[in-house]
């Protein structure tokens, strides 16, 4: 069946930069597009972008344009989400979730929490 | 940007009760890409409706979702002990894709 296996917590200082993997199962790795969202503690959903698994830029929002950076692994069927100059407003769990179409965001990863710390 | 803004933000209900959350969009949102999903503690959200109105498979009948252009509704017609969680809509039908701000069930 289809899952999202994100890689584990990290605990990062301030200005360094942190790199989440979310890998894929159960499904044809390019037919999905896969999102990253983050959520701070107690707080709402926040969409941090979207990556084309058949390649071609990726969309980020305005405010993380600059410090986010998604790529692929097509041999491993695994995402990449990067977030650099990290600062504590970037303490979150970190979900990375498939759009399946018109179904919006039918499977999501179980989340990775990222603590930023000095 | 699309705003999406949800009301109430909190609600407190009984088990076996009904209940109807909004969902307000800024500007029409593209196709009625409009989908909600629930959010139990600790847990990644869930999907329940996507497309404004068509249940994600799997998801009991109780819950329904309406609404078009700016005005979405999420129904639980029969609240089990288990729908007491967290409900967010989000639009997905352009960049950037957003979330309302959540409306917490819990109960009374």
């Known amino acids: 069946q289809v899952q999202l296996v994100q890689s584990g917590a990290e605990v990062k200082k301030p200005g360094a930069s942190v790199k989440i993997s979310c890998k894929t199962y159960?499904?044809?790795?390019?037919?999905?597009?896969i999102h990253w969202v983050r959520q701070a503690p107690g707080e709402g959903l926040e969409w941090l972008g979207i990556?084309?698994?058949?390649?071609?830029?990726?969309d980020y929002p305005q405010k993380l344009q600059g410090r986010v950076t998604m790529t692929r692994d097509k041999s491993t069927s695994t995402m990449y989400m990067e977030l650099s100059s990290l600062r504590s407003e970037d303490t979150a769990v970190y979900f990375c979730?498939?759009?399946?179409?018109?179904?919006?965001?039918?499977?999501w990863g179980q989340g990775t929490l990222v603590t930023v710390s000095s | 940007e699309i705003v999406l803004t949800q009301s109430p933000g909190t609600l407190s209900l009984s088990p076996g009760g009904r209940t109807t959350l909004s969902c307000w969009a800024s500007?029409?949102?593209?196709?009625?890409?409009l989908a909600w999903y629930q959010q139990r503690p600790g847990q990644a959200p869930r999907l329940l409706i996507y497309?404004?109105?068509n249940r994600a498979p799997g998801i009991p009948g109780r819950f329904s979702g309406s609404g078009s252009g700016t005005d979405f509704t999420l129904t639980i017609s029969r609240l089990e002990p288990e729908d007491f969680a967290v409900y967010f809509c989000?639009?997905?039908?352009?960049?950037?894709?957003?979330f309302g701000q959540g409306t917490k069930l819990e109960i009374k």
């Open positions: 500007q029409r949102v593209t196709s009625n890409y």
């Open positions: 497309g404004a109105s």
């Open positions: 990556i084309n698994p058949h390649g071609g830029a990726p």
């Open positions: 159960g499904y044809a790795f390019t037919t999905s597009y």
């Open positions: 989000q639009q997905y039908g352009s960049s950037p894709y957003t």
């Open positions: 979730a498939r759009e399946y179409g018109v179904l919006g965001f039918d499977y």
